[in-house]
């Protein structure tokens, strides 16, 4: 799977535009529009590999490119929100529990009560950080549902979801995604100081997005097939 990744993004005949395309999107996303468009082709990236094609989209047909990229950013938005919201429960407990610890005694959470409220604040904190970990994990396949379905509500079928990112295609896929995003996107970022590192970059988004919507549809496949 490694293999076919990082050959994908130079698997057509016009590979260098789409690369140069790709690249010079990346160096003008300081302008804010560029953006949707970059995001755009990530979204037909996910498409492609979820519907089994093996050959990388083209840059073309401008303006659905750039509603996908809205939606998938809005997605992600989505996606935030939740973290958002789970830190502020998060900070509404250890808040409350602070509260309780500081009216326990002199110094906060040195009372009678100190030790229950380090436990909840401890607990809370490592909930919030499992909670913030499975959320990135699942995170690819909520988008890689969505570019499949072209539905923004995909991204929320929690059954579709759960049932292709809690196999193993799905899980060896993600970590090569990050291996690849750790190892390559480093380097590429490095070079970004040259502004070729900006091409590169776009380079290791391409094969991360076809790691995780080959991953996604192996997983998917999979669990339909154990569910017969």
Known sequence: MLSDALHYPLDSDDWLRTILVGGLLNVLSVLVVPIP????????????TTDDDS??????????LFVDGLKLIGV?????????????????????????????????GTGSN???VRL????????FVAFALVLGYVAPAMFANFAREDSMAAAF????????????EYLIAWVLAAVVALVLG?????????????????????????????????????AESEAL
């Open 55 to 64: 050959r990388p989209p083209r840059f073309d047909e401008w303006g659905d």
């Open 114 to 116: 100190g030790g229950p």
């Open 157 to 168: 079928d929690v059954s579709t979801v759960l049932a292709a990112a809690t196999t193993s």
């Open 186 to 222: 480093t380097l590429a970022s490095v070079l970004s100081v040259l502004v070729v590192g900006l091409f590169g970059l776009f380079y290791v988004q391409v094969v991360t997005y076809y790691l995780f919507g080959r991953g996604f549809a192996a997983g998917l496949a999979d």
């Open 76 to 108: 992600n938005i989505a996606v935030a929100l939740v973290v958002i919201v789970a830190m502020f429960v998060v900070g509404i407990v250890t808040g409350f529990g602070s509260a309780i610890g500081s009216g326990a005694g002199p110094v906060v």
């Open 120 to 127: 909840l604040t401890a607990v809370a904190f490592l909930g």
């Open 37 to 48: 468009l970059l995001q755009g082709y990530y979204v037909r990236v996910l498409r492609g």
